[in-house]
């Protein structure tokens, strides 16, 4: 373009063997034409000019690996932007690039990040917000976490998908954005959806479902919605299909399920596809009509109630907001018996489960079904629900045996997490047969503080599934252990640890009563109590004081506490039960103590 290097908004950067620059950029004014240029020896190289009808728009720039650039920015903000392409992407990683310096902020050759809000051993983005985790899969000798993603901030928005890769499950590699939303939502403002959840299979040549490290492709399934906020009739939400062949891009996506017909709700969302059940089924969360849905003590229902209350808010109060009691939330299905999974050849077959216990709740959200341990297990979010403990929109699992219609005979269920923000849970069975899971780290309660470099979400530890005499467990994966746990540390006092770097692991074996303070900063205060076959957590000083996040099992023989810069996992019995609490702490170092009858020992965690 031989434009000469004006005035403006700029920084600087090498490409530094990446081949491609990735920009995501807002309009600044209305009416003005939000202009990117990039100039190389003092010569425009390459200009993009947003499009006259949109407020945002991502731009991809193609790069010479040994040039260094210079980004002129013109009317226009870049909340996010990184370095992509080139040899060895998914292990070298992309390079986000801070806009208004060029320096790297995060991944390959950014400094390790010195605030100590940020996660240690849990996975969070590089910036801004973060949800529900999708598209878990292995794949040709990886393993890959999508991610629902809001580039230009750290709020919910019109939502994309993220990317990252690990070896091992614990060490993470960030990845280019693989998915976006539809364009007319960025058209205007007031209207929001896009690349909703979804799940993966991998795939041989043919299309057939097959083990990840065998695999030429993965097929990816997700729900597309769209919706003017506050309108519940503009909602629109159907389910569609894509394949990439390198994990990093995907093809065209083509609608497969439609909701049809007035039985489905509007929430018909967040697909998973299970290929263990004889034949590929698609699992869906919705509600339908209560006399769509079998009755109390029918197969296809469970009636468990362990106490809640319907409510919109994670602070909300008893009979204060009305469900609707026409409704049920359900778990329906969709089966597909061709070789291929052929787009056109999915059929309804009903519902899987219904939770009668829980009608009160809005409608499930990121279900999952699968056999498991001679079970088959069927998973749910339930929505505008809070526990008699006070935790917000729990999930919910049933085991029991598929009938031939395809319904759930449900023999136990219970809660997944008794903390206070795992939610959007999804599973996969990795190429080993073990079935992972993975679930989103909420921040129901507001704790954490927005600041450039920080990140609005985070990830669990990915823990293994078991059916024990009917009912589901949950532990962290035997990486965890390999990879993440550090020194032994001395006690500094009698019950007593300091902990450099703010991150731990204990393991407590109760004898009887015991009292554990998991955090302290002074002004928030985190404990754990054990006593009666009951692991009570509770903060003081904090938003989430008006809840206790509280595991009941027959006998309390051994607690594992991790602790990640205000993150905090605990499993009571080796995944007897798990939960995952969220505080906010912004010390360098910190401590944990016990007291009562009890023996502990205290790791570092590493990353």
């Known amino acids: 373009m ?30 003005h034409a939000p202009t990117i240029r990039l100039h190389a020896g003092g010569t425009c190289v390459a200009e993009r000019v947003m499009d006259a009808d949109l407020y945002r728009q991502r731009f991809q720039i193609d790069l010479d690996p040994q040039e260094r650039y210079t980004l002129e920015i013109v009317d226009a903000t870049v909340p ?8 060895d992407l998914l292990d070298r990683g992309i390079r986000v690039l801070d806009a208004a310096s060029g320096e790297a902020t995060a991944g390959d050759g950014a400094p390790e990040s010195a605030d100590p809000v940020r996660a240690a051993v849990h996975f969070e983005p590089p910036e801004h917000w973060m949800n529900d985790p999708n598209g878990l899969c292995r794949f040709q000798g990886r393993y890959h976490l999508y991610y629902q993603f809001n580039p230009y901030g750290w709020g919910w928005d019109n939502m994309h998908w993220g990317h990252a890769a690990s070896r091992d499950l614990v060490h993470w590699t960030y990845l280019p954005v693989i998915l976006e939303p539809q364009r007319e939502l960025h058209t205007r403002r007031g209207i929001s959806g896009g690349a909703f959840s979804g799940s993966a299979i991998t795939i041989d040549a043919e299309g057939r479902p097959c083990p990840g490290d065998d695999a030429a492709a993965i097929r990816f399934y997700l729900t597309r919605h769209f919706e003017v906020p506050g309108q519940p009739d503009t909602v629109e939400e159907c389910q569609t299909t894509c394949v990439s062949t390198d994990s990093l ?12 017909g007035a039985d489905f709700g509007r929430d018909f969302r967040d697909s998973k596809i299970e290929t263990g059940f004889g034949g590929a089924l698609m699992i869906l969360a919705t509600n339908l009509p209560s006399d769509q849905v079998p009755a109390s003590g029918e197969t296809g229902v469970s009636d468990a109630n ?5 409510t919109l808010s994670p602070h909300g109060e008893p009979d204060v907001d009305q469900p609707d009691p026409n409704r049920i939330p359900a778990i329906v299905t969709f089966r597909n018996d061709t070789p291929d999974l052929a787009d056109d050849a999915w059929t309804y077959v009903g519902p899987m489960v219904a939770d009668r216990g829980y009608a009160e709740g809005r409608t499930y959200e990121c279900p999952d079904a699968f056999p498991l341990d001679g079970a088959d297990v069927a998973i749910g979010a339930i929505m505008h629900i809070r526990t008699k403990d006070g935790c917000f929109q729990p999930i919910r699992w049933y085991t029991g045996r598929l009938d031939e219609q395809g319904r759930l005979d449900v023999g136990h269920s219970g809660w997944c997490d008794f903390g206070d923000c795992f939610y959007a849970v999804q599973s996969f069975r990795d190429d080993d047969g073990r079935r992972i899971a993975i679930g989103w780290i909420a921040d129901h309660s507001g704790v954490r503080r927005e600041a450039p470099g920080r990140a609005n979400g985070a990830m669990s530890l990915p823990r ?4 024990r005499d009917g009912r589901l467990t949950a532990y962290p994966v035997a990486e965890v252990y390999d990879r ?66 509280v595991a009941r099992v027959d006998t309390v023989k051994r607690i594992e506490v991790f602790y990640d810069h205000g993150i905090i996992e605990v499993f009571v019995n080796d995944g007897e039960a798990a939960g995952a609490m969220l505080a906010y702490d912004e010390r360098e170092n910190g401590g944990f103590s016990v007291s009562g009858d009890t023996s502990c020992e205290v790791c570092s965690l590493r990353r």
Do not use: K
Request: hydrophobic share 35%.
């Open 249 to 260: 891009t995907a093809g065209p996506e083509t609608v497969v399920v439609r909701r049809e």
């Open 306 to 310: 362990e106490g809640g209350w319907f």
């Open 464 to 467: 293994e599934l078991h059916v």
């Open 2 to 31: 031989n434009a000469t290097l004006q005035s403006a908004d700029s920084c600087t950067f090498p490409a530094d063997g990446y081949t491609q620059l990735d920009l995501f950029v807002q309009r600044a004014e209305q009416g």
């Open 80 to 87: 996010y932007m990184y370095l992509a392409g080139g040899d």
């Open 484 to 549: 993440l746990l550090g020194d032994v540390l001395p006690e500094t006092a009698a019950g007593e640890w300091r902990m450099p770097g703010n991150a731990y692991y204990a393991d407590i074996h109760p004898h009887g009563e015991c009292t554990a303070v998991l955090m302290d900063t002074g002004e928030v205060r985190w404990t754990l109590e054990c006593r009666d076959g009951e692991v009570r957590c509770s903060s003081q000083g904090a938003t989430s004081d008006d809840l206790a996040c």
